[in-house]
């Protein structure tokens, strides 16, 4: 007989240790149909998306429409192809945590689509917005953002940004080369990050343009669902009408972007958090050793309880740090910095101490005898570059830094 735990199959004790009391009605509403929705699109392939190898024909497509027809991509939008928030980076927050908590792989996946991407289309003409936003909200397209390169990550200074976009009458041409790109291996389009002379430009570039080059899939450690490329860019023709926001005004718009994202990675780490400690939980109740159960240990019991106080604290930074943005706030620092940096370290936190818990068994892939497997080799693997995708956390406590003492000291 195999046995394969899931998350799925144990309690949740954020029903009985989380209480929401502040937030709006529509959240909660939303955080239940997000629930539902990843359970029935989600769940059921997560430990696939966790661990096959990447490549174009295993982009998780059956996860992705599926979270589209159950209404998630319209999350993040208002107007008659939206939900209809009030909410709308809170509700998106939300349904990340709860993706997240099945897998992480696909919270990223959902950042890039519904977060990065949606909010470099707030900058783009509406006739663009109108051709691509139903799109995007079907599901019936992937949409990548893109600024990363090989040599520019956390920092996006024009010094350090190689790929170069040459203005002509009717728009620009493109050369240079993007590092890993979410969804590139399966989208139309791309919002890119390049430098005209010594300003910023955000584009919209279409990937079967002639001179697009889509590399192949990084093998990577963990997030095996969420494919990354380079993306090669070779005299690219680019319409005027392709420029996000004003001319010059790019680094603005990717910051804009990169703000929300640090958000949702935030969230992405409690649904991570919360699924490593309700495993450790259910595996402190059900193992026997020592003639009772593991959870009579006082030191796992209070190491939960931090970490579950941790978990709490982290969830109230991001639903904070999201309030800010819905409410007009263009920066939400320090709490965007904070939520990032704070929620993505109590996910590995978290994970270590539940493999810990859960011993060899935790450790291992499969029990080849028996079949019987846990995935919390999966999360210790994919909770690490929560700490370092979308500015690394280092870079994060550098900001609050910056709040907190002021840059006239600390530069």
């Given at each position: 007989?195999?046995?394969?735990?899931?998350?799925?199959?144990?309690?949740?004790?954020q029903?009985?240790?989380?209480?929401?009391?502040?937030?709006?009605?529509?959240?909660?509403?939303?955080r239940?149909?997000?629930?539902?929705?990843?359970?029935?699109t989600v769940?059921p392939?997560a430990?696939?998306?966790?661990?096959?190898?990447?490549?174009v024909?295993?982009?998780?497509?059956?996860?992705?429409?599926?979270?589209?027809?159950?209404?998630?991509?319209?999350?993040?939008?208002?107007?008659?192809?939206?939900r209809?928030?009030?909410?709308?980076?809170?509700?998106?927050?939300?349904?990340?945590e709860e993706?997240?908590?099945?897998?992480?792989?696909?919270?990223?996946v959902?950042d890039?689509?519904?977060?990065?991407?949606?909010?470099?289309?707030?900058f783009?003409t509406?006739?663009m917005?109108?051709?691509?936003?139903?799109?995007l909200?079907?599901?019936?397209q992937?949409f990548?953002?893109?600024?990363?390169?090989?040599?520019?990550?956390?920092?996006?200074?024009?010094?350090?940004?190689?790929?170069?976009?040459?203005?002509?009458?009717t728009?620009?041409?493109?050369?240079?080369?993007?590092?890993?790109?979410?969804?590139?291996?399966?989208?139309?389009?791309?919002?890119?990050?390049?430098?005209?002379?010594?300003?910023?430009?955000?584009?919209?570039?279409?990937?079967?343009?002639?001179?697009?080059?889509?590399?192949?899939?990084d093998?990577?450690?963990?997030?095996?669902?969420q494919?990354?490329?380079?993306?090669v860019?070779d005299?690219?023709?680019?319409?005027?009408?392709?420029?996000l926001?004003?001319?010059?005004?790019?680094?603005?718009v990717?910051?804009?972007c990169?703000?929300?994202g640090r958000i949702?990675?935030?969230?992405?780490?409690?649904?991570?958090a919360?699924?490593?400690?309700?495993?450790?939980?259910?595996?402190?109740r059900?193992?026997?050793?020592f003639?009772?159960?593991?959870g009579?240990?006082q030191?796992?019991?209070f190491?939960?309880?931090?970490?579950?106080?941790?978990?709490?604290?982290?969830?109230?930074?991001?639903?904070?740090?999201?309030?800010?943005?819905?409410?007009?706030?263009?920066?939400?620092?320090?709490?965007?910095?904070?939520?990032?940096?704070?929620?993505?370290?109590?996910a590995?936190?978290?994970?270590?101490?539940?493999?810990?818990?859960?011993?060899?068994?935790?450790?291992?892939?499969?029990i080849?005898?028996?079949?019987?497997?846990?995935?919390l080799?999966?999360?210790?693997?994919?909770?690490?570059?929560?700490?370092?995708?979308?500015?690394?956390n280092?870079?994060?406590q550098?900001v609050i830094?910056r709040?907190?003492?002021?840059?006239?000291?600390?530069?």
């Amino acid at each position: 007989m195999t046995s394969t735990l899931t998350t799925h199959e144990v309690p949740r004790t954020q029903d009985t240790m989380s209480h929401d009391i502040w937030l709006p009605a529509e959240i909660a509403e939303l955080r239940a149909d997000a629930r539902r929705a990843v359970e029935e699109t989600v769940a059921p392939v997560a430990r696939r998306i966790g661990s096959q190898e990447e490549s174009v024909e295993n982009f998780p497509w059956d996860a992705f429409r599926g979270l589209a027809d159950a209404g998630m991509f319209a999350v993040p939008f208002d107007g008659p192809l939206g939900r209809g928030l009030h909410h709308r980076m809170l509700g998106t927050c939300t349904v990340t945590e709860e993706i997240a908590y099945h897998s992480s792989s696909m919270a990223g996946v959902y950042d890039g689509q519904c977060i990065l991407v949606p909010q470099a289309l707030s900058f783009a003409t509406e006739y663009m917005q109108s051709q691509l936003l139903p799109r995007l909200i079907s599901g019936e397209q992937a949409f990548s953002f893109a600024t990363t390169e090989p040599d520019a990550s956390s920092d996006l200074s024009i010094e350090t940004l190689q790929t170069v976009a040459t203005e002509t009458d009717t728009g620009f041409v493109v050369n240079g080369r993007k590092r890993w790109i979410t969804n590139s291996v399966v989208a139309k389009w791309a919002a890119v990050l390049v430098k005209t002379g010594q300003r910023m430009n955000m584009l919209l570039i279409d990937l079967t343009a002639d001179g697009v080059r889509v590399g192949a899939p990084d093998l990577k450690m963990g997030h095996r669902g969420q494919i990354t490329a380079d993306i090669v860019l070779d005299n690219v023709v680019v319409p005027r009408e392709h420029l996000l926001g004003t001319p010059g005004g790019g680094l603005s718009v990717a910051l804009s972007c990169l703000t929300r994202g640090r958000i949702g990675i935030g969230a992405a780490g409690v649904g991570v958090a919360q699924a490593a400690l309700d495993l450790a939980v259910h595996r402190l109740r059900t193992r026997q050793v020592f003639g009772g159960p593991l959870g009579r240990m006082q030191h796992w019991q209070f190491t939960l309880a931090q970490r579950a106080t941790e978990i709490e604290c982290a969830r109230s930074l991001y639903q904070k740090a999201a309030m800010r943005l819905d409410l007009g706030d263009r920066a939400a620092e320090p709490e965007a910095a904070m939520a990032k940096a704070y929620g993505t370290r109590v996910a590995v936190d978290t994970v270590r101490d539940s493999l810990q818990i859960h011993g060899g068994f935790g450790f291992a892939r499969q029990i080849a005898e028996t079949g019987e497997s846990v995935r919390l080799e999966e999360l210790y693997r994919d909770a690490k570059i929560l700490e370092i995708f979308e500015g690394a956390n280092e870079l994060q406590q550098w900001v609050i830094a910056r709040n907190l003492i002021g840059r006239d000291v600390t530069g």
